[in-house]
């Protein structure tokens, strides 16, 4: 009985709920001649249901993206079109294609200065999720020219899963391009010697790059028009990286276009870059700007590992979750973890990806994941920068980022909690912190980006339930 009039009230409710949200979507935000939906503010029940409403993420988040769109704070705010950034009407069709209707902040900055002659060096920051990948895949498309057949636009990537992903936007990107010849530069893609490559663009890891390059001598890094380090601060800073860019980049041109992107440089870092590309542009952001105000950051207090993994479960346990990322430290943390919530949810639901897996697996994890096979991805810094899933609303920090010397690593940390609130949507990072030391470092990031982060009791399902998204 009392089943029953719970289930007709959730009924009625998620009717109120629809009819709403339905009102909310109808008014949306472009349609500015209609008020705004005052009765929700004046009735508390509305308003109770207004929040219900968000935390089952009903309202239309086409409108969210609107508001940011308009709002010139936004890292999504723009005030062109992207007729008005002069691409090439193949690469505009690709674009359209794609579902992007306008573009984003970096994108309106940066494609102009990128595809003007005579080519400019350009050194760009750009938050996590805010569409840099667009920005220098359509330069480095506009600079193809497919009457040579030699590879013209070298494109380097930290890991093995970001060279693909962005091997597949710039495909994606050149759909009505069919000229444009795209070649991945990563482990398990074979050349023989003697072979001479006569793809116009190269997208790999800088090993790859520097064997077939110099090694292979398969094509002349002399020819290389454009050159791009996406993740450019991880790659100028870290050392097996920096000595095979170096390397790289002493064949270039002196005429050759660097295109820089990163979500972080650290002050160091930046004059490096300066240093090393001849008079950049240089696109940064303040240091309070840098956090997006769409991710909401929690710590929970935890007495051990076993502890962090009921905190993991209670949340699972309140919160519609569509994808999680977990961060470990180490891959035998990450190979636990994985073991134990696989016993309690199905191995089939839950994925590690680190790096003592081949590239083959590795590859099918990821594929598993972006499919939504599997709900949850266990992984360590290997898959903290630039990989775009869409779903991931939350972000764990089973450890802590911690630099060689146990200090925060402020900028992996703003990486991995950016694998969530992808292009302005909602994301929550949840730190699980189990030690004194661990309190210390989440005050040190919660201090460097001038960004609260909250204290959430992972015992407590009412306050786990008001995070939600
Ligand atoms: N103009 C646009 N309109 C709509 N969606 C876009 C637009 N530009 C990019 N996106 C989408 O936004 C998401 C994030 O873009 P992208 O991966 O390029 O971000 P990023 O800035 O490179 O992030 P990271 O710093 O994590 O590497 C992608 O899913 C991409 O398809």
Redesign the pocket.
């Known amino acids: 009985m009392t089943d029953n009039w719970n289930k007709a009230a959730e009924t009625q409710e998620l009717t109120e709920i629809q009819r709403l949200s339905e009102d909310i979507n109808e008014i949306g935000i472009n349609n500015e001649h209609k008020p705004p939906p005052a009765e929700l503010d004046d009735n508390p029940a509305d308003a109770s249901l207004l929040m219900k409403i968000i935390r089952k993420g009903l309202i239309d988040t086409k409108n969210d993206l609107d508001i940011q769109r308009k709002d010139p704070n936004s890292p999504l705010y723009s005030v062109k079109s992207f007729e008005a950034l002069h691409l090439k009407p193949e690469l505009l069709k690709g674009v359209y294609a794609?579902?992007?209707?306008?573009?984003?902040k970096?994108?309106e900055t940066a494609l102009p200065t990128l595809i003007a002659d005579p080519p400019q060096n350009m050194i760009a920051q750009?938050?996590?999720?805010?569409?840099?990948?667009?920005a220098f895949t359509l330069a480095m498309l506009t600079r193809v020219d497919t009457t040579k057949d030699y590879p013209q636009v070298l494109c380097l990537s930290p890991t093995y899963e970001l060279a693909i992903q962005t091997g597949e936007?710039a495909a994606r990107m050149a759909k009505f391009c069919p000229d444009i010849s795209i070649r991945y530069a990563v482990r398990g893609e074979e050349i023989s010697r003697g072979d001479k490559l006569k793809d116009h663009v190269i997208i790999g890891t800088p090993g790859k790059v520097l064997d077939w390059s110099l090694k292979f001598r398969a094509f002349d890094l002399s020819k290389i028009i454009v050159f791009v380090l996406?993740?450019a601060d991880v790659m100028i800073a870290q050392q097996g990286h920096q000595d095979q860019c170096i390397r790289l980049q002493k064949h270039l041109s002196k005429k050759c276009q660097m295109m820089l992107?990163?979500?972080t440089y650290e002050k160091k870092v930046m004059d490096f870059a300066e240093f090393i590309v001849p008079s950049p542009i240089t696109i940064r952001l303040k240091k309070e700007e840098e956090v997006l105000d769409n991710i909401k950051q929690y710590y929970v207090k935890c007495r051990g590992q076993d502890d962090k993994y009921r905190a993991i479960a209670n949340i699972y346990g309140v919160i519609t979750i569509g994808q999680a990322i977990i961060f470990c430290h180490t891959r035998k943390t990450a190979g636990w973890l994985a073991g134990k919530m696989s016993n309690e949810v199905g191995s089939e639901s839950v994925g590690v990806l680190s790096g003592d897996l081949t590239v083959e697996q590795r590859l099918a994890v990821l594929d598993r994941f972006r499919e939504g096979h599997q709900k949850c991805l266990i992984t360590t810094n290997v898959l903290s920068?630039?990989?775009?899933i869409?779903q991931v609303n939350i972000v764990v920090n089973f450890d802590l980022p911690i630099d060689q010397q146990g200090n925060a690593d402020c900028e992996t940390y703003l990486?991995r909690i950016?694998?969530t609130g992808?292009?302005g949507k909602h994301g929550i990072a949840i730190n699980l912190i189990d030690s004194e030391q661990c309190m210390r470092i989440c005050r040190d990031i919660e201090k460097h980006f001038g960004k609260k982060i909250m204290l959430l009791d992972a015992e407590n399902s009412d306050e786990i339930e008001k995070i939600g998204t």
């Open positions: 794609m579902g992007y209707n306008t573009p984003s970096i994108q750009s938050q996590s999720g805010t569409g840099k990948t667009a936007v996406d993740e992107f990163s979500a920068r630039g990989i775009d869409d990486h950016g694998r992808r292009f």
